[in-house]
């Protein structure tokens, strides 16, 4: 459990500092995230977490339709809160590139009714 001081300390940080706090936990504990990659040839060279075919864009557009991170991480067992933290803190740097992306794949799946990646 969290002291209630440190935890409002932790919900008032900006979602980058969140992730290097979340980086340097889990560089401590050699628990880290995945990062995050671009293949090509895989997801059509957008933004990964390494090492899967679990693109940003992807979980950013679950999140804005409501999806929780718990939810994500039952649902992807295999990428940690480390690994999502990461998704976050490329879409904060990213916001143009993860919008382009979204939109792309809503307008492919429109056309032919199944995602691109």
Known sequence: ?????????????????????????????????????????????????TGTRIAVWLLVEAQQ?????AQLLQDYPHISAADLVNAWAYADAYPEEIATAIAANNEVENANGTPVC
């Open 1 to 49: 459990m969290i002291p209630p001081e440190i935890e409002h300390q932790l919900l008032t940080l900006s979602l980058c500092d969140k992730a290097e706090i979340v980086q340097s936990l889990t560089k401590t504990r050699r628990m880290g995230g995945k990062g995050i990659t671009k293949t090509p040839g895989v997801c059509g060279g957008e933004a990964c977490i």
């Open 65 to 69: 339709l409501g999806i929780s991170e």
